[in-house]
């Protein structure tokens, strides 16, 4: 009897379940979410049915009805769309024209002047009663320059998680600043013109005269004139991995090679005319002097940093920071030459000018840990789906770099001048200078970015 009733309850129960289990399933087929990196994705419906016997479809394709749905939307299973963003262009570029000023390149006081009657052993000499500077003696080349940069980018994905890119840009010279030009006939209430350094045999602060007078009488009568030239390209190429991404914001790392090259030079350069009928040499002899210092910079290192885009409608905000670490190459050098013509005679050329004589001329070179931290900002409007317009700021900061005015030893052994002789007695100054400091680049950027 107690067999009978167990085998009674088993069969009721098992009905029971089945009968609750076909139920469900038939209300309501069963979705699953499917989570990948880029969001969520529905997966095909699975459904169980019953025919007499239990009967199971595994991953049935998605119904009529939501296939065209998402077929009148115009997105599919597969379409760049289910990343969570809008397609997207798998290339890019940015063009843009550069204004950057730089820090200026700090060089000694290079041309000088005293007012008319001053005597001859204080005229042009720096810290005597008068004496002015013309050129130098601070910062030089901080204008701005003109420059262009380019940047070309892919990415490797429809839903732009990775991608490579390359950007390079170029500054040129600035407007002038470092160039200068004055003359003088060396009479009276003319201008007295002379170039100024340290005197090692005199113990003390020395002039070269360009233009001078004395009694009313001419000296001597010239010209003197400075040039500077500086370059400055950098090329990197970066790869960049998304790390969050809506519709308001986007923030990618960055990382990759960065090449830095810095290039300046400066020249400064006499003519010469000699007017003094008791000079040493005769009237009519001239001079053409010229010193030329240089300095070259190459860097090579790593790169990284964060990459911000704010959206809010048809406008970006972009914000980008970096460092760059690694090796600063360095070499400087000095050069000059003077050629002394008489009247009628051939001109005679002499290794060495005035701050360029034969015991600094040549060049060295030497390596310098460097720092390269950037920081840019960007404003950009969209203006169709494919092109947008772009304003903003960028700023530099290189930790290291030589200078042509790090290279000028003010210092001078007058024995070994070819006006003089040629022939080194005493200490050898000037010597080879090794100066370097650091240097920041700021400016204004205005371009437009296209997609394609």
């Known amino acids: 009897m107690a067999d009978r009733a167990f085998r009674i309850l088993a069969t009721a129960m098992a009905l029971a379940v089945l009968s609750l ?7 309501s087929p069963v979705s699953r979410s499917v989570a990948d990196s880029y969001g969520t994705a529905t997966a095909p419906a699975l459904s169980i049915r019953s025919s007499g016997s ?3 479809d595994l991953w049935n394709e998605e119904d009529e009805t939501s296939a065209t749905a998402s077929s009148a939307s115009g997105n599919s299973p597969n379409s760049c769309c289910a ?11 940015q063009a843009d024209l550069l204004i950057w000023w730089f820090k200026g390149n700090q060089v000694p006081a290079l041309v000088t002047t005293s007012p008319d009657g001053t005597p001859r052993a204080q005229a042009g000499v720096l810290g005597e009663p008068g004496t002015e500077i013309l050129m130098g003696g601070s910062g030089i080349d901080d204008n701005y320059r003109p420059g262009v940069r380019l940047t070309v980018g892919r990415w490797l994905d429809d839903c732009q ?3 490579l890119e390359a950007t390079w840009f170029s500054v040129g010279d600035g407007a002038n600043s470092g160039n200068f030009f004055a003359e003088s006939v060396g009479t009276p209430l003319s201008p007295i013109l002379a170039r100024p350094f340290y005197n090692i045999n005199l113990a003390r602060e020395d002039a070269q005269l360009v233009a001078f007078e004395e009694n009313g009488n001419g000296v001597i009568e010239g010209s003197v004139w400075t040039e500077t030239n500086s ?5 990197a190429v970066l790869l960049r991995h998304n790390l969050s991404n809506d519709r308001y914001r986007r923030f990618d790392l960055v990382g990759g090679y960065r090449y830095l090259r810095f290039r300046e030079s400066l020249a400064i350069g006499e003519f010469l005319n000699s007017t003094d009928p008791g000079g040493v040499v005769p009237v009519g002899t001239t001079f053409g002097i010229r010193d030329e210092f240089t300095a070259e910079n190459d860097f090579h290192g790593g790169e990284f940093g964060l990459d ?13 920071t970096k460092v760059a670490v690694g090796n600063m190459h360095q070499s400087g050098g000095a050069a000059g030459q003077t050629t002394i013509t008489t009247p ?19 060049r060295s070179s030497w390596d310098e840990f460097a720092i390269i931290p950037e920081l840019a900002l960007n404003l950009r409007y969209r203006w169709s789906e494919r092109l947008s317009f772009a304003a903003g700021y960028s700023l530099l900061w290189v930790t290291d770099v030589a200078r042509s005015g790090g290279q000028i030893d003010r210092v001078v052994n007058t024995t070994q001048l070819p006006s003089e002789g040629g022939i080194l007695v005493g200490p050898a100054r000037p010597a080879p200078e090794f ?6 680049l700021q400016g204004l950027n205005l371009g437009a970015v296209f997609e394609f």
């Open 435 to 440: 100066g370097h400091t650091d240097m920041w």
């Open 54 to 56: 239990a009967a199971m």
């Open 161 to 163: 998680i990775n991608g």
């Open 83 to 93: 990343c969570g963003n809008w397609c997207a262009p798998n290339w890019y570029g």
């Open 344 to 362: 009628g005679g051939v001109p005679l050329v002499n290794t060495g000018g005035l701050l360029a004589l034969p015991t600094n001329i040549g």
């Open 308 to 320: 911000t885009l704010l959206r809010r409608g048809c406008w970006d905000i972009n914000i980008l």
């Open 231 to 235: 370059e400055l390209h950098s090329v």
């Open 21 to 27: 289990t076909n139920t469900s399933q038939a209300a």
